[in-house]
């Protein structure tokens, strides 16, 4: 078993995993607060680190069909949201490569 390699942000506000502490994403990597994940609210993130990447599965979300792989905690393995792999309708193509955090399972800090 190797070392963990945990990414520390900078930053005034750092979402952090509930769980264990770790980093997660900046507020700076924001793109919409808008989101409804599994748990409550989810925010839609350009960027996310300190994360484990799940199997790529179909999903019938409130938007329509995706392509997406569940992300966990790289500490401790907790699920805290998802990646978009594929959209299938043109109007959702922006969400492709893009993170959602679960409000639920993220913590807010520096603010």
């Known amino acids: 078993m190797g070392r963990l390699y945990i990414q520390h942000l900078s930053g005034d506000k750092i979402y952090k995993c509930k769980f264990c502490k770790v980093d997660s994403a900046s507020h700076d990597d924001i793109v919409s607060k808008e989101f409804q994940g599994r748990y409550g609210r989810g925010y839609l993130m350009k960027n996310v680190v300190n994360i484990s990447i799940g199997p790529r599965e179909p999903r019938h979300l409130s938007t329509g069909l995706h392509t997406v792989n569940d992300i966990y905690c ?3 393995q907790q699920l805290i949201g998802w ?3 594929k959209a299938f309708e043109e109007s959702q193509k922006y969400k492709e490569g893009r993170y959602i955090l679960e409000k639920a399972r993220v913590l807010k800090d520096g603010w």
Do not use: D, I, Q
Request: glycine share 0%; with cysteine; proline share 0%.
């Open 83 to 85: 990646r978009y792999e």
């Open 74 to 76: 790289s500490s401790c």
